[in-house]
Every structure is written in C-alpha cells, then in structure tokens.
T-cell receptor, first 112, second 115 residues
Framework: DAKTTQPPSMDCAEGRAANLPCNHS???????VYWYRQIHSQGPQYIIH???NNETNEMASLIITEDRKSSTLILPHATLRDTAVYYC?????????????FGGGTRLMVKP | DTAVSQTPKYLVTQMGNDKSIKCEQN?????MYWYKQDSKKFLKIMFS???????INETVPNRFSPKSPDKAHLNLHINSLELGDSAVYFC??????????????FGSGTRLTVV
C-alpha cells in the first residue's frame, strides 16, 4: 500500500471549515483513499473514502486531485468535538488480510 | 448496542503473567483485527482473521496469539508479558471485502499496563 504524508498538527476555529491535506504521490490506480479519525481515548472512527471522484457524506467531504497524488478532507463546520487525530490511509482493494495501515496522522485542534 | 466490545477496559498485571483480552462484534462482520497503539500513539496492525485465514504482522512476537471461538469473537492471548507490551489494544471488524465500502468498526480499546 502507498505511503501518505500529513502535517502533524493543525488548528481550526470553531464553526469554520477544516481542510486537512494528505499527500499520496505514489498511489497506484487500484488504491483507495480512506480517512479515519481518533478522538482522545476512543477507537478510530471511519469517516469517508474515495477512489478518484470527490465524495461527500454526513460527516465530511473528500476532494481528490485529478492526478490522485493528493487529497483533502473537509469538515465544513468544525466543532469542538471534531478535535481529534485524522488519518489518511491509502489501501488497495485487496491486500493480504485486508489490513489497514495507519501513519502518524494530523492532530486537529478546533478552538473556540 | 455496542458494535465492537472489548473486555476488560483496563488491565494491570505483572511481568511474566499470561493474560487474555476479549473482543466481540455484533455487526455480522466476517473479518476481525487486533491493533496495538503504543505510548507514541502509533497504531500498528497485529492480526487480521476471518474464518479462512489468519494473517500475522511479522513484527508481532509469538507470545501473542489470536483465538476465535466463532465468527463474532476474536480474543487476544498474551503469554509471558513484558514491560514493552504496555499499550492500548484495539479490536476491529469489517464486512466481507475488508471494509472497502463501509470501513472498519473499532472497539473502545483495552489499556494494558505491565508492571
């Protein structure tokens, strides 16, 4: 699975959009982009995923560049409860054991 | 209803002991996983298991062994506990296809402290 690069930390004002970038320049054609988050002392939580088209759900939007080498997770109106570590993961449709490999993530701090 | 539940939530034990952590999922998923999160907060996959195959991360010591009595349970047994085993252990599950469409569901974690 391709490696991802994320900034270690970001701040966002409450009520504003939080835009979390992820670089995955070595992504292969069959690899999906997944986003998870981990709120303090909880297990990771699935947010969204995509292949090449932009995606939106009730939690967030995922924007993937045309060359697929980077993506951005957008939380449209960040709240204090969105403070968490956000993980961008690139994973092939099939890998041994269907494992999900986490990197260091971005620690998002939403401030009042 | 808790989708993926782990017990105990906290476990403090002495070096050299053998302990187990239990995990149960009521989602009807067919694949379960164990992850370890150390003090530096990195999440590392330990095992992936379904009724067909067990995939072991090669870095996991053989003192760790998963045991699955049925499709809804994947317990983690640890023999001869060491100080370095102290961490938070997360269980997770996914649907057929490895969570491609709906992601993984994680439990709330078990904090293991070896003294």
């Amino acid at each position: 699975d391709a490696k991802t690069t994320q900034p270690p930390s970001m701040d966002c004002a409450e009520g504003r959009a939080a835009n979390l970038p992820c670089n995955h320049s070595t992504i292969s054609g069959n690899e999906y982009v997944y986003w998870y988050r981990q709120i303090h002392s909880q297990g990771p939580q699935y947010i969204i995923h995509g292949l090449k088209n932009n995606e939106t759900n009730e939690m967030a939007s995922l924007i993937i560049t045309e060359d697929r080498k980077s993506s951005t997770l957008i939380l449209p109106h960040a709240t204090l409860r969105d403070t968490a570590v956000y993980y961008c993961i690139v994973r092939a449709k099939r890998n041994a054991g269907n494992m999900l490999t986490f990197g260091g993530g971005t620690r998002l701090m939403v401030k009042p | 209803d808790t989708a993926v539940s782990q017990t105990p939530k906290y476990l403090v034990t002495q070096m050299g002991n053998d302990k187990s952590i239990k995990c149960e999922q009521n989602l009807g998923h067919d694949t379960m996983y164990w992850y370890k999160q150390d003090s530096k907060k990195f999440l590392k996959i330990m095992f992936s298991y379904n009724n067909k195959e067990l995939i072991i991360n090669e870095t996991v010591p053989n003192r760790f062994s998963p045991k699955s009595p049925d499709k809804a349970h994947l317990n983690l047994h640890i023999n001869s506990l060491e100080l370095g085993d102290s961490a938070v252990y997360f269980c997770a599950s996914s649907q057929a296809g490895g969570g491609l469409n709906y992601g993984y569901t994680f439990g709330s974690g078990t904090r293991l402290t070896v003294v």
